[in-house]
């Protein structure tokens, strides 16, 4: 049924795509831009994301799980599998989904009644962690590999969060991630900032501009996606890196609000740009951008499939890296 679901998708798509030149079918394409200058194959979920798929680099489906559910974090795994977070906010509840290799579905952890979650970061014990929010409180949750809760870390909030979570437990948290160091790192929506805490759930330090994503680099940096752009802090909170308005204005890219981010070994980034918000207002709408270091545009994702879809997280897969080892960054 699931491949009954997407053919019929493609099919009524495609009664629209001759009413406008179709690109080569191996690259993304525009006709001022021209073709990319490289393709990527990778993993897609996020807000009104229509569901988790891969997508090849001629941009086709390769494998989909249809949902309507808010999907804000997605990790492609070393072994083949596949592992997201899902939110219902109507029906109240979240938890993470985890897919054997041959993409059966392997189990579903649920939130205890009264908590959400956003995230489902593979750790290298074989775990996965979940960031927990509910009224007033919010834990680091790790999750075994047959769906059991085998830890909580129950976290000291900053006032302005444990505010919000008294009215919207929703917007506590989004990506939330354990760093290489052993603490925590979460990207805290409504307070728009990245928190970190210890290993025993103490307040460490604030990154300021964060609603969506928290990365931990390898080199101790810390990347964070917020209202003002993408920005880099170094291990002493100076920010040495960011893209802004004025960057994406400059190449003529039209931004809603920034999602998730990647960090690639070669030093670009990887950014998704969702239909929320005004960053810049004019210019090409492409649902992911590739930057690199002086930010010049490489690679963007511009194709009818995806027109009514927002691709909140994704993750580029023809890189090295093993997403269990903190060699992904995202």
Known sequence: MRI????????????????????????????????????????????????????????????????????????????????????IRKQKSAGIKRYDADRTLKWVYTVAT????????????????????TAGAAFMVEIDDTGKKIKEVQLVLPEAIKER????????????????GGTYLAACMHYEHAVEWDKDGNLLREFPDCHYAA????????LVSGKKGVLQYDANQNLVWAVTAEDFARLNLKIGMICGLQRLPNGN???????HGNLTTTGDTYKVIELTPAKELVWWVDDPLFADMNLGSVQVLDVNGNATQFEVWK
Request: with cysteine.
């Open 165 to 180: 979570s008294l009215k919207d437990i929703h917007h506590v948290f989004r990506n939330v991630r354990k760093t290489q």
């Open 269 to 275: 980034t990887i950014i998704s740009n969702v239909k």
């Open 4 to 87: 009954k679901y997407f053919s019929l998708t493609l099919l009524i798509m495609s009664a629209n795509v001759f009413v406008f030149a179709a690109p080569p079918p191996t690259v993304a394409h525009n006709s001022d831009r021209g073709p990319c200058p490289v393709t990527h194959r990778f993993i897609k979920g996020g807000w009104a994301s229509k569901g988790v798929g891969i997508i090849g680099e001629d941009l086709k489906v390769e494998w989909a799980e249809p949902s309507e559910d808010e999907i804000s974090d997605v990790w492609s795994l070393d072994d083949g599998g596949v592992v997201h977070s899902f939110s």
């Open 114 to 133: 009264g908590r959400d979650n956003h995230s489902c970061q593979p750790l290298p014990s074989g775990h996965f962690l979940a960031g927990e929010s």
């Open 215 to 222: 990365i931990r680099l390898a080199n101790g940096d810390t």
